[in-house]
T-cell receptor
Framework: EDKVVQSPLSLVVHEGDTVTLNCSYEVTNFRSLLWYKQEKKAPTFLFMLTSSGIEKKSGRLSSILDKKELSSILNITATQTGDSAIYLCAVGVPAGTALIFGKGTTLSVSS | KAGVTQTPRYLIKTRGQQVTLSCSPISGHRSVSWYQQTPGQGLQFLFEYFSETQRNKGNFPGRFSGRQFSNSRSEMNVSTLELGDSALYLC???????????FGQGTRLTVV
């Protein structure tokens, strides 16, 4: 059965800290790994990774995929209180657009 | 460009009733997926539709069903509601395989 595991489950940091969120997966026929940020209801798309070793960046956020280790990390530098959210990692099923999600990492950034 | 629209936003139903939720995808998106989110289980995949056909299905009982119309709008139905069906139901649309999925605001269903 396909599985996505995120760690840690929750994290509390101070503004300005750098955080690293982890995602590991066990899926048949890996196609893509996606990161989402969920603040209230709708998860918002952050990154989609398909190739190993290529870093995707957007402002203070970056992510990279390691296909050999079946994992990905999401880095957030110089955290702000607005980064407080649940960060979700998901992998795409082989045939289709459905996603298998991990339980998420709840990040709390205090000022 | 309008995002994914889900209606209604909130619902309160009694055990044993049935409910229908609606999802209008982003214009041009033909793939729609449904997810159930609960505090204990996180986001779980229900089913995926593409061009009016169910393409993938998650591990949910037959009480959960869905369909997609020719304009790509989708509905999901839950019959014989149970207390455990209380959850946030999220819909996501995508251009297709290899593309990211965009989520709607969800429908919060409470079963009493």
């Amino acid at each position: 059965e396909d599985k996505v595991v995120q760690s840690p489950l929750s994290l509390v940091v101070h503004e300005g800290d750098t955080v690293t969120l982890n995602c590991s997966y066990e899926v048949t026929n890996f196609r893509s790994l996606l990161w989402y940020k969920q603040e209230k209801k709708a998860p918002t798309f952050l990154f989609m990774l398909t190739s190993s070793g290529i870093e995707k960046k957007s402002g203070r956020l970056s992510s990279i995929l390691d296909k050999k280790e079946l994992s990905s990390i999401l880095n957030i530098t110089a955290t702000q209180t607005g980064d407080s959210a649940i960060y979700l990692c998901a992998v795409g099923v082989p045939a289709g657009t459905a996603l298998i999600f991990g339980k998420g990492t709840t990040l709390s950034v205090s000022s | 460009k309008a995002g994914v629209t889900q209606t209604p936003r909130y619902l309160i139903k009694t055990r044993g009733q049935q409910v229908t939720l609606s999802c209008s995808p982003i214009s041009g998106h033909r793939s729609v997926s449904w997810y159930q989110q609960t505090p204990g289980q996180g986001l779980q995949f229900l089913f995926e539709y593409f061009s009016e056909t169910q393409r993938n299905k998650g591990n949910f009982p037959g009480r959960f069903s869905g369909r997609q119309f020719s304009n790509s709008r989708s509905e999901m139905n839950v019959s014989t509601l149970e207390l455990g069906d209380s959850a946030l139901y999220l819909c996501a649309s995508s251009l297709g395989v290899g593309n990211e999925a965009f989520f709607g605001q969800g429908t919060r269903l409470t079963v009493v």
